[in-house]
């Protein structure tokens, strides 16, 4: 089981970096509480299979048609740490200053569903909020249909 769950933008979560195989994932995480595969094979060209981690609060999309491998993360994981701080303790100006100050500067945000989005496009990840509260963290990378990272 996963006891490594620090978050590192373009590289992977914890053990379980972006590129590795489903099987593989599997192996050290277990079987998930609940999957889907979410196939846009016509909008995209790809497709993406959901794995949920509910002792873990975490789920991880796996993207490929030849070889599917780990090519997002969603968390809410109170233990998440990001930078050396716990990602779910940060409001939205905290996490803001944490990524500008590890260098990344591509701000987006954006009000959704009742939740308010921080992207940091550069890395791929987004944080979301209700009201200054962070409810989860997701971040990936982009992968071509043979399961190689973009």
């Known amino acids: 089981m996963m006891k490594n769950f620090v978050i590192e933008p373009l590289i992977g979560f914890g053990e ?7 099987d593989d994932a599997v192996k050290l995480l277990g079987s998930p509480n609940f999957y889907e595969e979410v196939s846009d094979m016509e909008e995209t060209g790809n497709r993406s299979i959901f794995y949920e981690y509910d002792d873990i609060a975490t789920n991880i999309y796996f993207e490929g048609i030849t070889k599917s491998v780990a090519a997002c993360f969603e968390t809410e994981n109170e233990d998440a740490v990001l930078y050396g701080t716990k990602v779910m303790d940060l409001n939205r100006a905290q996490a803001i200053e944490l990524m500008r100050e590890n260098g990344f500067k591509e701000l987006e945000e954006e009000d959704e569903d009742g939740e308010h989005r921080v992207s940091f496009e550069d890395a791929m990840i987004d944080f979301f909020f209700v009201g200054d ?15 190689n990272i973009i």
């Not at 379980?16 to 489903?22: A, D, S, T």
């Not at 509260?133 to 399961?147: C, F, H, I, K």
């Open 16 to 22: 379980i970096p972006f590129g590795m195989p489903m």
């Open 133 to 147: 509260e962070m409810t989860a963290v997701s971040w990936g990378v982009l992968v071509d249909e043979q399961g």
